[in-house]
């Protein structure tokens, strides 16, 4: 099982950024204080929408074939992560 | 199942939806031509005493005209990608509950019922009117099966709207409320100036 990368603290529901990176080779770590990048903070189903958006080179029409939705459910489900990337980037600048 | 009645614009795609929505615009003509009843808005059914197929078809096209319109417009303001043929889907589909209600009329059922309440009022004395507890029980079965249509008709109306525009606040539910009572009106009048 592959854990799934927490973004939001399960305490104060806040977004997490990152504070340690290791190198598995050589055992170095480095510490500071990185935000995770836009898209890690999405949902799984968000990030696994974008992958798929990729991979069939952005044709919503084969994404709502493959997904087994309707066209115009596909295009919302789009633009609303484009709204969700475009808060993310406000919020962040 | 309950999704394939409420709400089958998440799934099906817009070709097979499409192709059913004008099967049943048919379907639906034909059927208030075969039992004496008219579809003289856009959530309207009225029983008539004759009822010529290509009259029937015209009170469709025109309440199907009237819904797209104002919905489609409604809908560009709210989204500027709402496209025409995602605000068509639903104004045909949606119609399906109203088309049903003309078995009701099965061998004149309604009109026969209406008419005989009808000629037993004395306007100049209405409360020496008499209905049988019979035919209270027949109105009120038909009373609830007709709001039962038309909750179902905007019901798959709206769920249409909403995935055609990606409405998402009350203001955008206002909007298609004011977009069906323009559309419910544009027909009726319509109908009365250039079908009757």
């Not at chain 1, 044709?59 to 066209?71: C, D, H, I, P, R």
């Not at chain 2, 008539?48 to 104002?70: A, M």
């Not at chain 2, 798959?156 to 298609?176: D, E, R, V």
Request: net charge positive.
């Amino acid at each position: 099982m592959i854990p799934k990368l927490p973004i939001h603290c399960p305490s104060c529901s806040d977004s997490l950024s990152v504070s340690q990176l290791k190198c598995e080779n050589c055992q170095t770590t480095v510490s500071g204080n990185y935000s995770l990048p836009f898209y890690l903070r999405l949902s799984e189903e968000e990030q696994h929408f974008i992958l798929q958006f990729f991979m069939t080179s952005g044709s919503l029409k084969e994404m709502a074939t493959q997904m087994g939705n309707s066209y115009p459910t596909v295009r919302n489900k789009l633009d609303d992560i484009i709204e969700k990337v475009k808060k993310l980037k406000s919020e962040s600048a | 199942m309950k999704k394939l009645l409420l709400n089958p614009f998440e799934k099906i795609s817009e070709t097979k939806l499409l192709l059913f929505g004008i099967a049943i615009t048919l379907i639906g003509s034909y059927l208030g031509y075969m039992f004496h009843g008219r579809f003289i808005g856009i959530f309207s059914f009225k029983t008539n005493d004759e009822v010529i197929l290509t009259q029937s078809l015209i009170d469709n096209g025109i309440d199907l005209f009237s819904i797209t319109l104002f919905l489609f417009f409604f809908g560009r303001i709210i989204n500027k990608k709402t496209r025409f043929i995602d605000i068509l889907i639903p104004s045909l589909v949606a119609r399906l509950p109203i088309y049903l209600l003309a078995f009701t009329n099965t061998n004149n059922f309604i009109a026969d019922l209406s008419n005989s309440l009808m000629s037993n009022l004395d306007v100049k004395n209405p409360a020496a009117f008499h209905i049988e507890t019979a035919d209270l029980i027949i109105l009120l079965v038909f009373a609830a099966i007709s709001i039962g249509s038309l909750v179902w008709s905007v019901t798959l109306l709206f769920k249409g709207f909403k995935i055609a525009t990606n409405c998402k606040t009350s203001n955008h539910t206002l909007l298609f409320a004011t977009g069906i009572i323009l559309a419910e009106v544009l027909s009726q009048t319509l109908i009365y100036l250039i079908n009757y």
